[in-house]
């Protein structure tokens, strides 16, 4: 009876130990997780560092003339150049139409003998005379540009020869009438109307005489 029993219970064992070990998982057996894989809230290629704010304000800039933007600064440092190239395009544009206007003339009111005086027209420094009396004067032979007559030994001034009438000046002024401008600190005369006297003698009456010459004195008679 003993020995029916174990033989028995032998192949039953048999069946229940295969049975566990089909149920054991061998050692490299995948076992799927059963945790979800992390969520990456980042967008591809999203950085998630911020980038470092500046605390510098940027250069405060104008508009320059041109549509060039330029720093504040620039434009208050140039504003004294273009003032001053204003004015030395105002002072150029005067001279011009102002012979006497400029630091190289003398001055006129001592070349003026009375009754010539010395008036302004027009923003010009210009000699004129009293009513009923005409213009005339005396300049240099040294240095003239005058040439083709004749002068007596030990003669070096000319008298400028004044016009018959008041209408010779054409409503001018003394100054246009004769040329007058400055260089170098002297007054200059380059037109000759009615010529001029050297001695006693007249030269260029018929106003052919060109060239500069310095004036000494100007006068009314």
């Known amino acids: 009876m003993n020995i029916l029993t174990l033989l028995l219970t032998i192949p039953y064992l048999l069946v229940v130990t295969e049975c566990c070990m089909r149920m054991v998982p061998p050692d490299d057996a995948y076992i799927p997780s059963t945790l979800a894989p992390e969520k990456s809230t980042l967008a591809p290629g999203e950085i998630t560092m911020a980038p470092e704010k500046s605390t510098m304000a940027p250069e405060d800039t104008t508009m320059a003339p041109g549509g060039v933007s330029t720093p504040e600064t620039s434009e208050e440092t140039e504003a004294p150049e273009v003032t001053m190239m204003t004015t030395m395009a105002m002072e150029s544009t005067t001279e011009e139409t102002c012979p006497t206007f400029t630091t190289k003339c003398p001055d006129l009111s001592t070349i003026a ?21 005409l213009p005339y004067g005396y300049g240099s032979l040294v240095g003239t540009e005058l040439t083709g007559f004749y002068i007596p030994p030990g003669e070096d001034t000319f008298r400028l020869i004044r016009p018959v009438t008041l209408t010779e000046l054409n409503g001018g002024t003394v100054n246009d009438f004769f040329g007058i401008s400055c260089e170098n600190n002297k007054l200059i005369v380059s037109k000759y109307p009615r010529g001029i006297s050297v001695g006693i003698t007249p030269v260029g009456t018929d106003g052919s005489l060109s060239g500069k010459s310095s004036m000494d004195t100007m006068r009314c008679s």
């Not at 005086?117 to 009293?130: H, L």
Request: charged share 10%; glycine share 10%.
């Open 113 to 133: 003998v009375a009754p010539m005086m010395v008036q302004e027209v027009d923003g010009c420094a210009v000699f004129t005379c009293p009513p009923g009396l």
